[in-house]
């Protein structure tokens, strides 16, 4: 009951901007599933098909009343690599993962089934963009790759699937791709390939069912500079390519009246990188554009410098970017109508709760949700069952996913600064970086916040508790 009462009532310790209050809705020690009797559960774990040490919580979607959560199979004895949980608030502490959409989908060693599914989208009708990377067991000495990659597209209204895709060798490869994350353009789908040796954005076409890839090594790869962090005491140190990706709203040109354009910004960056970089869809459409293989000559924008690595981003409606600062412990926030130096802040900073804040999703209550987890350990080891390793942490925006169309804003992004040619005078990393960090992550005491809800005396006290805790481990993590 206290530790119930703890976990709802958690507020993180550095509520640096008031207005966006992240707490703590859902926590888990390790990963276990609703399992149909207790001897299916006894002769998983006896057979090693489930190691509770091994399945990680990585990516997360909401849609009616659900989380949508995927389980990469990085190691072995992930019994189900996608499931769901109730988004309802109130539904406890470590609930258990319900495969999806069955068991049998979920099955190793059967390339019709699912898997390694790194992260899903759905859109507003209800349909399941899966992404599955077809290969396992990334993270042991001998990874599988009996299975292409594959986007399965799943119609929820009717529980069945539409399509798959199979990505050919040329655009996915069976031995060096690694499909990471999706953002979906009514008819397009565009997925960050985060290969070491073929980076780049996979567009699939849901129309001409096609798919291509476009390359661009000066953005989509990792700088070396920038592949060595710290998250808490865990060193991370890979040139890790192009990973997060979030889509922008449509953009509205007004210099002479106002003309809409269908063009998106596509926002992304390499894990090992501290630059967000932006392309556009209509180049990202183009086939043409993945040139044999080559690099796409043209321009991408270098929108700016950020104070960390990030993993998972995504983008409101509205054109506000939410995304996670690895070495930082934080949530970052950033509105694309003002400028990427000035405009960036940070709204949660804490050691315990925010650590590898691995993916985004926002519902349609206008809550923004994070799942963070301990993923900067287990590249190491196993997890340590005995702590807590998975959070999924909520705010209240007011705001909706990008996938909602919103007519109502005249969304006009602000013109970009810099751009990034994919020649050899163009360096990833700028020559200053005290002008274009932003001002508000130098702030590194964490300051007390209560939070804006009602709630009793006693409920006062248990959060100012809470947040004691946490931050006598932020000083004991900061000195
Ligand atoms: C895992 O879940 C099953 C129910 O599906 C339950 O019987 C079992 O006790 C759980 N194991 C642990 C360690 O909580
Ligand atoms: C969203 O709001 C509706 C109506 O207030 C409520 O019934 C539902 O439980 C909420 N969903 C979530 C995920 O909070
Ligand atoms: C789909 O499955 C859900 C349970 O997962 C069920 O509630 C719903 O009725 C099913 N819909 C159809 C059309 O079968
Ligand atoms: C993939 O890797 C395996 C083992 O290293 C090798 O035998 C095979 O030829 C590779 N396939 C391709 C298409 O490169
Ligand atoms: C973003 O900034 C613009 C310009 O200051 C402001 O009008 C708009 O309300 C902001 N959007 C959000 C969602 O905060």
Not at 332 to 351: E, I, M, Y
Not at 382 to 409: C, P, R, V
Request: with cysteine.
């Amino acid at each position: 009951m206290w530790k119930l009462a703890l976990l709802v009532l958690a507020q993180l310790s550095s509520a640096i901007n008031a207005e966006v209050q992240f707490r703590v809705i859902k926590q888990w020690k390790f990963v276990n599933y609703t399992w149909g009797s207790n001897e299916a559960y006894r002769s998983a774990l006896e057979s090693g098909i489930y190691v509770p040490q091994n399945v990680v919580m990585a990516g997360i979607t909401y849609y009616k009343d659900y989380f949508y959560i995927t389980m990469p199979r990085m190691k072995s004895g992930v019994p189900a690599t996608l499931g769901r949980i109730s988004a309802l608030p109130g539904f406890g502490t470590s609930p258990l993962i319900e495969p999806f959409p069955s068991w049998d989908f979920n099955k190793l060693d059967d390339c019709d089934a699912l898997q390694n599914v790194q992260n899903l989208e759905i859109d507003p009708s209800g349909t399941m963009y899966i992404l599955d990377g077809g290969h396992t067991h990334s993270l042991m000495q001998t990874p599988v790759k009996n299975c292409p990659a594959q986007l399965v597209i799943y119609d929820l209204r009717k529980n069945t699937t539409v399509s798959k895709h199979v990505f050919p060798e040329s655009v996915a490869s069976r031995n060096d791709s690694f499909l990471y994350d999706l953002v979906v353009d009514n008819d397009f789908v565009y997925i960050t390939d985060n290969s070491a040796n073929d980076p780049g954005i996979v567009v699939y076409s849901l129309s001409a069912g096609r798919s291509w890839k476009i390359r661009h090594s000066a953005s989509m790869r990792a700088d070396p500079k920038a592949q060595n962090f710290k998250v808490n005491n865990d060193v991370v140190n890979a040139p890790i390519n192009i990973a997060g990706i979030a889509l922008g709203p449509r953009t509205y040109h007004s210099a002479s009246g106002v003309t809409l354009n269908h063009d998106r910004e596509v926002f992304y960056c390499p894990m090992s990188s501290l630059h967000l970089y932006s392309i556009s869809t209509a180049i990202l459409q183009n086939e043409a554009n993945s040139n044999n293989g080559q690099d796409y000559p043209g321009l991408v924008h270098d929108v700016g410098r950020k104070a960390s690595q990030t993993d998972g981003m995504m983008m409101t409606n509205k054109g506000v970017l939410y995304y996670g600062l690895l070495g930082d412990n934080s949530i970052a926030q950033w509105n694309s109508t003002k400028p990427f130096s000035s405009g960036q802040k940070v709204l949660s900073r804490d050691p315990n709760y925010i650590q590898w804040t691995n993916a985004f999703t926002i519902d349609t209550n206008g809550s923004i949700t994070v799942l963070s987890n301990t993923l900067q350990s287990f590249i190491h080891g196993d997890l340590d069952t005995h702590k807590y390793n998975f959070w999924l942490l909520s705010a209240e925006i007011g705001e909706q996913s990008y996938l909602y169309e919103d007519s109502s804003t005249m969304y006009s992004p602000l013109p970009n600064e810099e751009t990034s040619e994919p020649s050899s005078s163009s360096s990833p990393t700028p020559t200053t970086s005290t002008s274009t960090t932003p001002s508000s992550t130098t702030t590194a005491t964490p300051k007390l916040e209560q939070g804006g809800g009602g709630g009793g005396a006693s409920q006062q006290i248990l959060e100012l508790s809470v947040i004691i805790m946490a931050v006598s481990t932020w000083f004991f993590y900061n000195n």
